[in-house]
């Protein structure tokens, strides 16, 4: 079975700290992404990686960033914590054969409040 | 137009009822599907792969209707415990890797 572990799961933090978020897969998978998701607006990408050293942005990388240093661990960081990046943090990781994409395994989340 | 488009719903159905989800995406590129569960606070998981031909797994019926762009989940039988929000996925031929989420229609199931 894949293990997708994000290192908590509950985090409290105040308005301008550095937030980091972190995110183990156990399959060797070469995709990995970091969602967030909130009530009414479902899952929104932050950002994704294809490959160790590589990042791309998603739909909403505005006030994150990530960095991939080995292929098993995708860390998301908020260079400045704000009230509006409270929310539920999902990582999730996928193999690629050749072009095509497999499904994606979620990590439990990290439920992230911004005081 | 949203990319992938589910009704929200919630549907609200009765223990044994058959209930059928829709989803419709924008791209006729796409070439990947897939449906999602999600419990309440929990993580999404893979619940089954959507293949052209249509495929089966126990109650549950997933099709591919690629003229018309959408895809479909059936549960038979429904069970309390297929209570949930069912996600719909698509990853589109871009060459790239991005999937794409549907908002999620909620099921609940009563006895």
């Known amino acids: 079975d894949v293990k997708v572990t994000q290192s908590s799961r509950y985090l409290v933090k105040r308005t301008g700290e550095k937030v980091f978020l972190e995110c183990v897969q156990d399959?060797?998978?070469?995709?990995m992404f970091w969602y967030r998701q909130d009530p009414g607006l479902g899952l929104r990408l932050i950002y994704f990686s294809y490959d160790v050293k590589m990042k791309e942005k998603g739909d909403i990388p505005e006030g994150y960033s990530v960095s991939r240093e080995k292929k098993e661990r995708f860390s998301l960081i908020l260079e400045s914590a704000s009230t509006n990046q409270t929310s539920m943090y999902l990582c999730a990781s996928s193999d690629r054969w050749g072009a095509q994409n497999q499904p994606q395994h979620f990590g439990d989340g990290t439920r992230l409040s911004i005081l | 137009r949203k990319e992938v488009e589910q009704d929200p719903g919630p549907f609200n159905v009765p223990e044994g009822a058959t209930v059928a989800f829709n989803c419709t995406y924008s791209n006729s590129a796409s070439q990947s599907f897939f449906w999602y569960r999600q419990d309440c606070r929990k993580e999404p998981k893979l619940l089954m792969s959507v293949y052209s031909s249509g495929n089966e797994d126990g109650r549950f019926t997933a099709q591919l209707n690629r003229a018309s762009q959408y895809i479909s989940l059936l549960i038979r039988d429904s069970k309390l415990s297929d209570s949930a929000t069912y996600l719909c996925?698509?990853?589109?031929?871009?060459?790239?890797?991005?999937?794409?989420f549907g908002a999620g229609t909620r099921l609940f199931v009563k006895a």
């Open positions: 399959m060797d998978h070469e995709n």
């Open positions: 996925v698509v990853t589109p031929n871009t060459g790239g890797f991005k999937t794409i």
